[in-house]
């Protein structure tokens, strides 16, 4: 991480902080932090917050048994203060030690219940509430290494979609398919793998569905949805829907080719100045006009970054205007209950006139010979 990066970051938290005539923000765990300090602290019971003051410096405020790795953090490292509490000591005191009279603070939206309540207590005259867009509205904006970043997780997520022939196959259960490409998932340049999806035949139709003991049964079509989080910290999340052993029923491959037509049409039009919901109505339309309405029953897309589902939304409603730098997916769906159900899905970013995608393996569709 570039230290010219955090103080850039750290100067816009500040800016916006003044803007909406708050006295400062308090950020936890979690990848709000990470974007601030660098830090990729865990959360456990004891405090560890950044605390911004809007008119003031920075503080990480961390257990003395964290100190180390704290300042190992990309922020301490360019300078910034580490307070520690020890296991007798008031932290959510420390925590309001930096924000004297504090009226109005903005805290983490994925801040923990009990450390809200905490640190509320600790400064009874403040009123607390969640950071929400002040944050969102940064992070949504991707900066160069940041897309670096989503492109190497791109790439990692490719490769494992490429090998796919290795573990779909006619006998095999979803859930031995899916511990294979957890797998994978690490070996081809992850930390972690963040979530598989192995939706064969009707579980198809349910596009969160993960896994079961389902046997894979041949001409099945199998939507995979798999992602992970790289060293970086930056997310991947690729979808692709195979046929395994087999060719599939003619019903699915009229209404996937029509999927296949949306998602080009979606991926073609993304641009820098096209509204949220411009950009979901266009897949939309392909699927409608041809009868298949009722089946998209999701968003288009969701922006990833540090965490896999994050501003902008790609919705029907938000008028946004898509911005360069803008990263977030691109994945119609069509579902048909009890029988089957498809879903393409890349990555891409807004960058020029245009949109590039971070996720090139095929979308035609793939027989596997399973
Ligand atoms: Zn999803
Ligand atoms: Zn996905
Ligand atoms: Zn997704």
Redesign the pocket.
Known sequence: MVTADLSSRMQRVKTALADAAVDGLVVCPGSDLRYLTGYDAESFERLTALVVPTDGDPQLVVPALELAEAERSPAALAGMDVRTHGDTEDAYALAAQSLPAARRVLVDDHMWAQKAFALQSAMPKARLAAAGSLLSDLRMVKGPDEVTSLRRAGAAIDRVHSRMAQFLKVGRTERDVAADIADAIVAEGHVRADFVIVGSGPNGASPHHSVSDRVIEAGDPVVV?I?GTTAAGYCS?C?RTYVVGSSAAPDFVEYYEILLEAQRAQCDLARPGLTAESLDRVGRKVISEAGYGDYFIHRT??G?GLD??EEPYIVEGSTLALQPGMAF?I?PGIYLPGRHGARI?D?VVLAGDGAERLNTTTRELTILEG
Do not use: M, N
Request: no cysteine; net charge negative; aromatic share 0%.
């Open positions: 949805d992602g999340d979808t897309g969701h990833i896999t589902h997916s994945e899905e990555i």
